[in-house]
């Protein structure tokens, strides 16, 4: 896992990591905690693939959670409960644009 900030997170951070990676995220839970993450690489969506095949569904999640963090209001890294809830949300940051398919 590369560094991540942990801390409030300014506006100014916000638009550096727009800079840096493009697409960003912020991932927040019920009790306050937030997570800011990147889009996931294809290379890295790949890569998990393989716990995909072998349906390790949570370790998938935790892979592009773990290699996408940028930063955290609260240091959860720890607590692998609220870990896996943030990692459950991935998939939603990979899928995030529609695409609609229409029979002519």
């Keep these: 896992m590369s560094k991540v900030f942990i801390g409030e997170v300014t506006p100014e951070q916000v638009e550096m990591f727009k800079q840096q990676h493009k697409v960003v995220h912020k991932l927040k839970s019920d009790s306050g905690v937030y997570a800011i993450v990147r889009r996931p690489t294809m290379k890295e969506i790949e890569y998990g693939q393989t716990m995909l095949a072998q349906n390790k569904f949570i370790s998938y999640n935790k892979h ?40 002519l």
């Design 64 to 103: 592009l959670f773990d290699t996408c963090l940028l930063a955290l209001n609260e240091d959860i890294r720890e607590d692998e409960y609220k870990v896996n809830a943030f990692a459950s949300q991935m998939m939603m940051v990979v899928e995030i644009e529609r695409v609609e398919v229409e029979k």
